[in-house]
């Protein structure tokens, strides 16, 4: 027969309880068996050391059965070496009304204190009390028929076997309604821990609710954001790109000017006022692209080019902004690279312009950056790394949020490092940072290979 997870819970917590209430009950036993030697003093001097040595001996055997309880073994059969403990002051008691006056013996009470004591206070089972109440009268009856009692006035004994029996019926009873107590309280406790974890779990999923809830609020408020972004580029991309255009076409002219052809110094510096104007119109061609972009979704690769010349371009570009930091390059001797040759410039530029802004608002002495370029598996991986002051650990997970910024009011909208990352993210790669706080900041991104 299989046991419910309840009645198995139950049969735990009862064999602990049975446990302490038998130890308890067992000590003050001891103390009663001990204290009674002021009643044989009352009633029976003449036998006062003998019933001493029989208390003393019986509450020595006591305390052996409490020092069983302690045991493996002990705690399997509490019942019944609560029921041997119990038993020794009753054989004592029934010693004693032998050794002194029969069925007249006043320790005849003992034996029914006992007997409604199992009942009442001691965890028995039902069959357990109905046999210690049934051999109580039988140690009873001994003492009250065995030699040298004679003339036993049956009447009188009857009467005390009839209250003893009655006393272990009524405990009995006790007993058993004590039980089902203890199991109701038990189911209680069950259903209230039960409906504890109920509601903790209900909890639990408000909780993920919630941060449900605040994931799709702040999702919401991006698209708002992006959406104003988009706006804002579409403005400006009207408004800007017509001078924009009128500069280049008036660059281009120049270009073709004999005396530029003529001075390398003029033509670099066309080649570079040219450069800036188209990295102007893919500034705002970037924003609106950020906007509106689709996640995971990749632009058309361009056409081939040669990184080693998009960051010599880049370096050049944001060359006031170096002066006094020592710029180290690392690249193989392959760099084409397949993609949109401008935008990739745009990344280098804001790359070195905020390692360059971290460094010099740390004071960082000896300011310095490394570009680390290599093929590996196949891609083109590019670092940006510098000597600076680094990214605070709560910072480097947000980097790359839009509007996300350490800078100063008035000092940056926190776009940089978002639009480089949707940009790399439309050529097939990833930019991810970085940092060693106090020591280092490093920016990596991979390119695809050239067909």
Known sequence: MTTSPLQSGYQTELADFRVTFSRGGACT??????????????????????????RLLVSLMIG?????????????????LTLSWLLLPQAMISWMIWRTDG???????????AIFASGIALPFGLWQNLV???????????????????????GTMTVNVLLLLFAAAASAVYTFFNERVRFMLFRLKAEVSEKNEEVSGK???????????????????????????????????????????????????????????????LQECLVDARQGMQRIQHIVSDLKTFAYRKPGAEAELGTPFLFEKALDSAIRLVGHELRGVAVTRELPADTLVQGDEAAIIGVLINLLSNAVLAMRKAATPAPAIHINVR?????????????????????????????????????????????????????????????????????????????
Not at 33 to 39: E, I, R, S, Y
Not at 389 to 410: H, K, Q, S
């Open 64 to 80: 052996g059965i409490v020092a069983l309880l302690d045991t493996d073994m002990g705690r399997r059969l509490t019942p019944w």
């Open 203 to 265: 909890n639990t999923e408000l909780e993920v609710s919630n941060r449900q809830l605040l994931d799709i609020k702040g999702q919401l408020l991006q698209q708002e954001k992006m959406a104003a972004i988009g706006t804002l580029a579409a403005g400006l991309l009207h408004e800007v790109n017509n001078p924009v255009n009128f500069c280049l076409m008036a660059i281009e002219v120049a270009l073709e000017e004999p005396i530029a052809k003529k001075e390398p110094t």
């Open 132 to 154: 210690f109440g049934v051999l109580s009268c039988l140690l009873y009856l001994l003492a009250c028929l065995l030699p040298p009692h004679s003339g036993v006035p049956l």
């Open 103 to 113: 069925v007249l013996s006043p320790y005849y009470m003992g034996l029914n204190l």
């Open 375 to 451: 093929w590996t598996d196949e891609r083109l991986h590019v670092t940006v790394k510098d000597n600076g002051p680094g990214i605070a650990p709560e910072n480097l997970a947000r980097v790359f949020e839009p509007f996300f910024t350490t800078r100063e009011v008035g000092q940056g909208l926190g776009l940089g490092l978002s639009i480089s990352y949707a940009v790399i993210e439309r050529h097939g790669g990833l930019l991810f940072a970085e940092s060693e706080l106090g020591s280092w900041a490093a920016f990596s991104f991979d390119l695809s290979p050239a067909p």
């Open 29 to 54: 036993a001891i103390v009663l068996v001990l204290l009674g030697v002021g009643l044989d003093y009352a009633q029976y001097p003449q036998h006062q050391t003998s019933f001493a040595l029989a």
